[in-house]
């Protein structure tokens, strides 16, 4: 019983607040001059150009004198897909890396160590140009194309194999 008296309570509460309601007839409208304010004048950009400067925010010392391999990269196991092989990828030579005894792991300082992870690029030139653009050294690996041999099922059971022995 008490259960259906307490949203009735409630009720009755928020309707004796004297909470002002404004009705969208009694609304009055503003001049859109005085909502947003005077205009302030303008003011032309200043831009200047300079191709020197690098804003990759990684420091210097870690950029200087770094080598990138650019491949393509190989199957992970003889049954996987040969999805993952389409796309180049970069590898940069490893920098300040040492054991960590509290973890048992390898630690690095640096910041440039796991760029090979995550970025790919459609084509070999797409990953030169960003070797460049970073003022990388870097060695380009050609791809190892698969040599398709054409099979058949039925060659299983040739008669003219070099390892066919006769029975009698």
Same mark, same amino acid.
């Given at each position: 019983m008490l259960r259906n008296l307490a949203p009735l309570a409630c009720r009755v509460q928020t309707r004796a607040c004297s909470v002002p309601t404004i009705r969208e007839a009694d609304a009055k409208r503003k001049p859109i001059g005085e909502v947003l304010g005077t205009a302030q004048p303008k003011v032309e950009a200043i831009t200047t150009v300079e191709e020197d400067i690098k804003c990759s925010g990684v420091p210097e010392a870690h950029q200087a004198a770094r080598?990138? =391999?650019?491949? +393509? %990269?190989?199957?992970?196991?003889?049954?996987?897909? !040969? *999805?993952?092989?389409?796309?180049?990828?970069?590898?940069?030579?490893?920098?300040?890396?040492?054991?960590?005894?509290?973890?048992?792991?390898?630690?690095?300082?640096?910041?440039?160590?796991?760029?090979?992870?995550?970025?790919?690029?459609?084509?070999?030139?797409?990953?030169?140009?960003?070797?460049?653009k970073n003022n990388w050294?870097?060695?380009?690996?050609?791809?190892?194309? =698969?040599?398709? +041999? %054409?099979?058949?099922?039925?060659?299983?059971?040739? !008669? *003219?194999?070099?390892?066919?022995?006769?029975?009698?």
């Amino acid at each position: 019983m008490l259960r259906n008296l307490a949203p009735l309570a409630c009720r009755v509460q928020t309707r004796a607040c004297s909470v002002p309601t404004i009705r969208e007839a009694d609304a009055k409208r503003k001049p859109i001059g005085e909502v947003l304010g005077t205009a302030q004048p303008k003011v032309e950009a200043i831009t200047t150009v300079e191709e020197d400067i690098k804003c990759s925010g990684v420091p210097e010392a870690h950029q200087a004198a770094r080598t990138a =391999r650019i491949f +393509k %990269p190989a199957r992970e196991s003889p049954q996987s897909a !040969w *999805n993952n092989t389409k796309a180049w990828k970069i590898e940069l030579d490893n920098q300040g890396r040492w054991h960590n005894n509290l973890i048992g792991w390898a630690s690095t300082g640096d910041p440039l160590s796991n760029v090979s992870m995550h970025m790919k690029f459609a084509s070999k030139e797409d990953a030169v140009a960003f070797c460049e653009k970073n003022n990388w050294g870097y060695e380009v690996e050609e791809p190892h194309e =698969r040599q398709i +041999k %054409p099979k058949s099922y039925g060659w299983n059971y040739s !008669w *003219n194999k070099r390892c066919r022995n006769s029975t009698k």
